[in-house]
């Protein structure tokens, strides 16, 4: 399980910090539809080439209250989520990966893949 404050993550990701940084995080999401725990989720906004996870921002704070987003657009994000932090990146897989890089090298266990159809 994740135990990392907003701050620490934002030295990890190399980000810049907006609005509050009081919550600890517990969990990671790249997807909207599956945010489980949303007071203490941290969601990656990923920009893809028919996707823009910057466009749930709203519905995941609105509605599953979610308050802490890593973004990587220049919108004024503060003005309209007041509660909510915000790591400001300029690419957002890139920070996931950074992320998961720094999570993965504190432990020592060995790393299996299984593949198949």
Do not use: W
Not at 8 to 17: E, H, L, T, V
Not at 37 to 44: D, I, K, P, R
């Amino acid at each position: 399980m994740l135990n990392y404050s907003i701050k620490d993550i934002a030295k990890i990701i190399n980000a810049k910090c907006i609005g509050h940084f009081d919550c600890t995080i517990k969990s990671v999401s790249i997807d909207s539809r599956s945010v489980v725990g949303s007071e203490n989720v941290l969601f990656f906004a990923l920009v893809g080439q028919n996707h823009d996870g910057h466009r749930y921002i709203s519905e995941l704070y609105n509605y599953l209250g979610v308050k802490a987003f890593v973004v990587s657009n220049d919108e004024d994000y503060l003005s309209q989520f007041p509660n909510a932090s915000f790591l400001k990146v300029s690419n957002t897989l890139d920070a996931l990966q950074k992320f998961a890089t720094y999570h993965r090298s504190l432990f020592t266990y060995p790393v299996v893949g299984i593949t198949g159809s």
